[in-house]
Structure formats: structure tokens, C-alpha cells
């Protein structure tokens, strides 16, 4: 098969990597703009100046149109849209999705796919909406499979191609399992998450990450993972974090046609701007009431221009936070934009302590961004550190306190959300973590919640422990502290 995978950074599940393909490299994640070959608002040479790697077009349109079809076979498909660097062709899925049937095998059309020239290619599956019956979803999903087992035995005529295996399974989990373990062992090079457009559309975000991270905890790591439909920069993060690679967008343009302006923190009706919070090319040169009386073919090239700027603007963002080793942050960030944003990533955060495996131990800061972050990757595996630590030497202290130490042996810092961890490594990483003043309770609950996980190791080894603290642990979790000795003026003599 065609195409190989190399991860260049990663940060929680998000990474920056090369695809490689028989017309060029694809830096990951990104997004690849989709082309209707029937009407090009946006010149694939511009897309690619502002920033596209590779392009997406429909091959179902192309071989369902004769002029196309000849036209694409005669001059093959990058002479056609005037790109000359990858271009991924889907197979008429969505037209099968909106209509029920579509007339062609999947056989012929990724042959169809081969012959104008196209270096990502995708079977004909079967999208099943959310919610969809358990019965019919499985169905659905064994269909899928077959196509993918009968690419396989035909893959050496693709062998200088990428090959998309696409997982299904509605909205049910055992089934985005099931299809995304039987599809990783059909070693294809891309595995694409679909049907998920309508969770998009609904702002079902919270449904979305279930039917992401069921799916990617079953994928090969080694391949990159694309997410079909997901087109709005303000989902780019959080699917980022999640470990999708790559993103299919029309949205620039059917925003655009729908006088609709994109940002990270949500869409804007052109019609209620004023002024373009945007010093892209098309912000800087123009004012909202210049667009919106421009003429309709016009605006609608100005709008998409700006979404498309938009657009790459977020990954570049996103592939700095995975370079930073920020990327929770952003994520963060980007799901205060949306009530729905923020169900998504408390939904998450249940994940975490799967999501930890994938995460890099090592990195330069952590910054605490509301009570989320106490279920980070990162404060996970250090309550995980806490329950195999042992107290070598005592007297020990565990302190909030600036004072002199001196007396003691062994001292242990206190800073949430992480809690009790050696004052030797005050200055690294994650104890070096950017905090507010005033603790929020869910920070003191997790510090103080570790602190007894750390004296119930030691409670039975007759040790000698000493914790203080100041008025910012004021938290009825000190009374599951206090169960182990007296406290007077904020001390506690611990005698495990």
C-alpha cells in the first residue's frame, strides 16, 4: 500500500506528523479543503498558499457527470482541479447517506479513483445515522467490513496509492469498538471516523467525543486517523486532542454561502458584524458592509477566503500547543466558547485515565484552567505515583508553608491540584504548574484527597508525619486528615 505515517510531537493524543503520498508529504493534523468540481469558489492553488497541504474531492460526481468523467480521465484529476499535491477522493458515501442509493460497486469506483489520478482513495461504506437502531447499525457495520476485506484482496493495484478504511457504527460504542478492532486489522494506511456530520450539526459534542475515543482506542497508533465532516476550526482542538489527524472541510464555503463568517469561538451572520474580529487578508482589505453589498458570487469568494484563513490559522495554533506541550489548554480555551463545548470536555475528562497512556511524561508547564484540569492526563498519573510512594525518612512535613525545614528529613510541598510531592522537585514539571491564588474547592479537594492517599501508605509503617497548611485549605477534607492525629493553629502531628 501507499503512504507511510511518521509522528514527529505529540501531546496527550494530539500529534504533529508526515504523511507521505505518491504526490507529497501531508503535515498532520490539518485540514483538507473539499472541492465540488462543479463549482470551484476557491482556486485550489489559493487554498494551497493559504496553507493546504492536500485537497478532497467527490469521485462519485466526477464519474457521475460524462463531461467530468471524460475530462478527469484525459487529463487526470490534479490537471483537472490545478493542485499539484495530494488530493483524497471520496466515493459517493454522502450521496449514499441523502439518498439511499447510489449506482455503482465499490470495486468500480475505486478503480474510477485510481485512473484520474488520486492519491488517498475511499471505498463506498455504509453511513449510519446517529442514533440509528442497534440491529440495522451492526448490519450496517458487517457491510462496511466486507468492502474492506474485498479491498484488501485487491490492494495490489493500489499499492502505490493510501487506502481510507472508514469506521462506522452510529452512536453505539460496542459497535465503533467492533468496527474500528476488526478495520485495524486490515492494515489500511488512513482510518476515517464517519457519519458524524449530523452530531456536528446538532451540536452533539458530547456524543461526538463518545463515538471518537471508542474508535481510536481500537485503531492502529501507527496510522493517522481522519475525521469525516468535521469542517467548524472551533471543534479543531478538541478532535486534535482526541487523536484525529485530519479533517475534511466544506464548511468554509457553505458558511459562506449562507453569508456566515467562522471563527474559533463560534459563527457570525455578516449581516449583525460591524467590525471583522479577523486581520486576515480579506478583514484587512475590507469591512463587513463592503462584503455584504459585494455581489452574491463575490461574497461568497470573500467569506470563504476568510473561513478557509480562518481555518489554518487554528491548526497552526494547535500544532504550537502540541510543540508546547499545551495543547489540554487550548482545548480548554476553545470549549468555554459553547455550553456544548463544555459538555464535551466534561465528558472527556471521564476518559482521562485511559487517555493517559498516550500522553508524554515529560513537558515544560502546566497551567490550571478551571476545575477540568483536576482530571487532566497529567494529575492522574501522579495520583498513580502517589499510591507506590513511600516515606523513606522521618520526621517528614507536608506544607502549604514558606518557613524553615530544617528539622526535618524529608519535606513534601503541598500545591494543587497535584498535592504532596518532594520539595526537590519544586522547580519541575508538572509541580511547576501555573495556578490562581485563590484555590477553587475542586483543586483543594484533589490536593488534600492525595495527601491521604500518601499517609494511608504509611499509616501502618510507624512513621512520623507533620502537615500543615494555611486558610486556603479550608476544605472538609481536612476532617479525613484530622482522623489521624489533633490539629491546633493550622498543624497537624501525624503519627501513622
Not at 89 to 97: A, E, K, M, N, V
Request: glycine share 6%.
Amino acid at each position: 500500500m501507499g503512504g507511510d505515517f511518521e509522528v514527529i510531537k505529540k501531546d496527550v493524543m494530539g500529534r504533529i506528523g508526515i504523511l507521505r503520498t505518491k504526490s507529497g508529504k501531508i503535515e498532520t493534523p490539518t485540514i483538507l479543503p473539499v472541492i465540488n468540481p462543479k463549482n470551484i469558489v476557491v482556486s485550489p492553488r489559493k487554498m494551497k498558499r493559504i496553507g493546504a497541504d492536500a485537497v478532497i474531492t467527490n469521485s462519485y460526481i466526477i464519474y457521475s457527470s460524462p463531461k467530468l468523467k471524460e475530462r478527469a480521465r484525459k487529463e487526470g484529476l490534479h490537471k483537472m482541479l490545478q493542485f499539484d499535491g495530494p488530493i483524497m477522493t471520496d466515493s459517493g458515501s454522502f450521496q449514499l447517506s441523502v439518498y439511499g442509493d447510489i449506482d455503482i460497486e465499490s470495486k468500480e469506483i475505486l478503480r474510477f479513483q485510481r485512473e484520474i489520478g488520486s492519491d488517498i482513495c475511499v471505498p463506498i461504506d455504509i453511513p449510519t445515522k446517529p442514533d440509528e437502531k442497534w440491529d440495522k447499525a451492526k448490519k450496517d457495520v458487517e457491510i462496511t467490513l466486507e468492502r474492506l476485506r474485498e479491498m484488501k484482496e485487491i490492494k495490489r493495484e493500489f499499492e502505490d496509492l493510501s487506502l481510507v478504511a472508514p469506521i462506522q457504527g452510529s452512536t453505539h460504542k460496542d459497535l465503533r469498538e467492533m468496527s474500528a478492532r476488526e478495520a485495524g486489522k486490515l492494515d489500511f494506511d488512513i482510518y476515517a471516523i464517519g457519519a458524524v456530520v449530523p452530531l456536528l450539526e446538532e451540536y452533539r459534542y458530547r456524543d461526538l467525543v463518545d463515538v471518537v475515543l471508542h474508535s481510536k482506542f481500537n485503531l492502529p497508533l501507527n496510522r493517522p486517523v481522519h475525521l469525516f465532516g468535521a469542517g467548524h476550526p472551533m471543534t479543531f482542538s478538541l478532535a486534535v486532542l482526541m487523536g484525529c489527524d485530519l479533517f475534511d472541510s466544506a464548511a468554509y464555503v457553505l458558511y459562506a454561502m449562507d453569508k456566515r463568517y467562522l471563527t474559533v469561538n463560534g459563527t457570525h451572520k455578516l449581516s449583525e458584524l460591524r467590525y471583522f474580529p479577523c486581520n486576515c487578508p480579506v478583514c484587512s482589505e475590507y469591512s463587513p458592509r463592503e462584503v455584504m453589498e459585494s455581489g452574491e458570487d463575490e461574497r461568497t469568494r470573500l467569506l470563504a477566503l476568510h473561513n478557509l484563513y480562518e481555518s489554518f490559522s487554528e491548526i497552526k495554533r494547535i500544532k504550537q500547543a502540541i510543540v508546547d506541550g499545551r495543547l489540554w489548554e487550548l482545548v480548554q480555551i476553545r470549549c468555554r466558547s459553547h455550553p456544548r463545548l463544555l459538555d464535551a470536555l466534561r465528558n472527556l475528562i471521564r476518559y482521562s485515565g485511559e487517555m493517559e497512556r498516550f500522553d508524554p511524561s515529560t513537558k515544560s508547564a502546566f497551567f490550571y484552567g478551571g476545575i477540568e484540569s483536576n482530571e487532566r492526563t497529567e494529575v492522574l498519573r501522579y495520583r498513580r505515583k502517589l499510591e507506590a510512594m513511600e516515606i523513606k525518612k522521618t520526621p517528614a512535613l507536608i506544607t502549604t508553608l514558606n518557613r524553615e525545614l530544617e528539622d526535618f528529613e524529608e519535606v513534601y510541598y503541598l500545591k494543587p491540584p497535584f498535592g504532596p510531592f518532594p520539595k526537590e522537585l519544586e522547580e519541575t514539571y508538572p509541580f511547576n504548574c501555573e495556578t490562581p491564588d485563590i484555590f477553587d474547592e475542586e483543586m483543594v479537594k484533589t490536593a488534600l484527597g492525595n495527601v491521604i492517599i500518601l499517609i494511608e501508605n504509611e499509616k501502618n509503617r510507624g512513621k512520623e508525619i507533620l502537615f500543615e497548611y494555611d486558610e486556603r485549605y479550608n476544605h472538609p477534607l481536612i476532617e479525613e486528615v484530622k482522623r489521624y492525629t489533633e490539629v491546633k493553629k493550622g498543624r497537624c502531628d501525624l503519627k501513622c
